[in-house]
């Protein structure tokens, strides 16, 4: 079977779309996340720029697992860090990865 331009941009399309509709993808976790392990900064920020970022609990898809906080550098200034946490949705709780706002 020869493949033809068009067949071969058709198949294009549609993985790059099944790419971005598998990452839109939400895992509901049923279980809900347990309290912080720590909200302490560690240590002094190694330079002025630094901006602690908190740790949180990551599900590794058996159980939650502790990431610890760390410094670092915006990525311009004037944002903020808003840190990731666990949403609730029907049937358990999704992740909000932290980000710049």
């Known amino acids: 079977m020869r493949i033809t331009p ?11 779309g099944m790419a971005t509709w598998v990452q839109a993808a939400e895992v509901i976790v049923r279980v809900a996340p ?11 920020a190694p330079g002025p720029r630094y901006v602690w970022t908190p740790g949180y609990h ?10 610890a906080g760390r410094w670092i ?17 029907p049937g358990g709780y999704v992740f909000v990865p932290g980000h710049w706002r």
Do not use: F
């Open 73 to 89: 550098i915006p990525p311009r200034r004037g944002v903020v860090w808003v840190p990731p946490h666990w949403a609730p949705r």
């Open 58 to 67: 990551r599900w590794n898809g058996h159980r939650y697992v502790w990431v």
């Open 6 to 16: 068009k067949l071969r941009l058709l198949l294009l399309v549609v993985s790059l």
């Open 34 to 44: 347990p309290p912080p392990v720590s909200t302490a900064i560690i240590g002094v």
